[in-house]
């Protein structure tokens, strides 16, 4: 049986995460799940969307009551000196199917669009030292798509939910 597939978007409305100019994370991060979504859809994929209203422990609750052995991917945008590249996935420690999956998807997309693949990395590596999104769900994996403030890094990443959706679908049909 095919695992329920979750997309979230990071950041709400009320605390909408990093900011450059006039773009906030939060924006971002729902276009890419906006794209990914429609992408998915029409490969025959039907992902849960997390309403992006809910604050992330209300998502966190949600998701633990309705799908507790989803795979769950959260989407967000680095924010760093305005030089840093790449894309890079975290996962809980001990999760051998978000890891594996995670690993193989995070190769694939940062091939086909020239991101520097920063790797796979446990929530303790995050510059917050712990991740709720993956510590406190079964398969959680929080993608970090690229750095924002770095003009070249989001030139390359506008093609990531085409492409995530790309390699995501087989996983999922
Ligand atoms: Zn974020």
């Given at each position: ?16 995460g ?16 906006m ?12 992902p849960?969307?997390v ?36 894309t ?11 890891f ?11 091939s ?53 959706a ?8």
């Amino acid at each position: 049986m095919k695992r329920t597939l979750i997309l979230s978007a990071g950041h709400n409305p009320r605390a909408k995460g990093a900011q450059v100019g006039d773009t906030s994370e939060y924006s971002l991060n729902c276009r890419v799940v906006m794209e990914l979504t429609d992408s998915l859809r029409k490969l025959g994929v039907n992902p849960v969307v997390v309403d992006s209203s809910m604050s992330l422990t209300e998502r966190i609750a949600w998701i633990n009551s309705n799908y507790p052995e989803a795979i769950c991917i959260e989407f967000h945008h680095n924010v760093f000196n305005k030089k840093a590249e790449g894309t890079e996935v975290f996962f809980k420690a001990g999760d051998k199917i978000g890891f594996d999956l995670g690993k193989k998807l995070l190769s694939l997309v940062a091939s086909k669009l020239s991101l520097k693949n920063r790797g796979m990395k446990l929530a303790s590596q995050s510059a917050r030292g712990s991740l709720a999104w993956v510590s406190r769900l079964s398969h959680g994996l929080l993608w970090e798509v690229c750095f924002m403030d770095n003009p070249e890094d989001i030139t390359r990443g506008v093609g990531f939910p085409e492409t995530l959706a790309q390699c995501l679908s087989p996983e999922f049909t």
